[in-house]
């Protein structure tokens, strides 16, 4: 089956400048998740969705990020303006409704750099 | 908040050798889930091993198992017979038993040697 998908692997932009990031769940998996990983730490949920909906947004910083998945499938992620410390590997996950559904599927990642 | 700490930033070890990585977390909680992810270089992050709190038996993945001590809350992953390929940054997950939000450990790199 194929795996968590992510676009673009890479990315440059300059502070205050906006970028949107894209996943493809896992087929059949409800639950998604952002998580950011800064330089030598472990990855931070920023937002989990159920299908469509937002199940946990707590730690998204809202004035500047936001997230949708419309249609319960695909999401986007978006930075807006970008700072210097946006600068990390944004991972999308993903998880199934059934027997495992306590285990994530994590993408290849975006790695962002603000300059 | 749960806090999950990997207080060894780093590891090193003989190819076909053993090491363990240990893993503590602070909790209040009687049943959770814990896992170890692996995380090679430039790539995606997979699950190695997941245990249930509620579980006394220790989980065992092939060359990968786990040391879960409940009460001391220590959850230590041990790699036998070391191969090139488990060269990767290993991170310790929690996970509340009616929740689905990961809180994870700062991570352990780990170099295998030839």
């Known amino acids: 089956e194929a795996g968590v998908a992510q676009s673009p692997r890479y990315k440059i932009i300059e502070k205050r400048q906006s970028v949107a990031f894209w996943c493809n769940p896992i087929?059949?998996?409800?639950?998604l998740y952002w998580y950011q990983q800064i330089l030598g730490q472990g990855p931070k949920l920023l937002i989990q969705f159920q299908n469509n909906g937002v199940v946990d947004d707590s730690q998204l910083p809202k004035d500047r990020f936001s997230a949708e998945r419309l249609k319960g499938v695909d999401s986007t992620l978006k930075i807006q303006p970008a700072k210097l410390e946006d600068s990390a590997v944004y991972l999308c996950?993903?998880?199934?409704?059934?027997?495992?559904?306590?285990?994530?599927?994590f993408g290849p990642g975006t790695r962002l750099l603000v300059l | 908040a749960q806090t999950v700490t990997q207080s060894q930033p780093e590891m090193s070890v003989q190819e076909a050798e053993t090491v363990t990585l240990s893993c503590t977390y602070d909790t209040s909680e009687s049943n959770y889930y814990l896992f170890w992810y692996k995380q090679p270089p430039s790539r995606q992050m997979i699950l190695v091993i997941r245990q249930e709190a509620y579980k006394q038996q220790n989980a065992t993945e092939n060359r990968f198992s786990v040391n879960f001590q409940k009460a001391a809350k220590s959850f230590s992953l041990k790699i036998s017979d070391s191969q090139l390929g488990d060269t990767a940054m290993y991170f310790c997950a929690f996970m509340k038993h009616n929740d689905y939000k990961l809180s994870f450990g700062a991570g352990t790199t780990v170099t295998v040697r030839a």
């Open positions: 996950a993903s998880s199934s409704p059934g027997t495992e559904r306590k285990t994530q599927y």
């Open positions: 087929s059949g998996h409800a639950t």
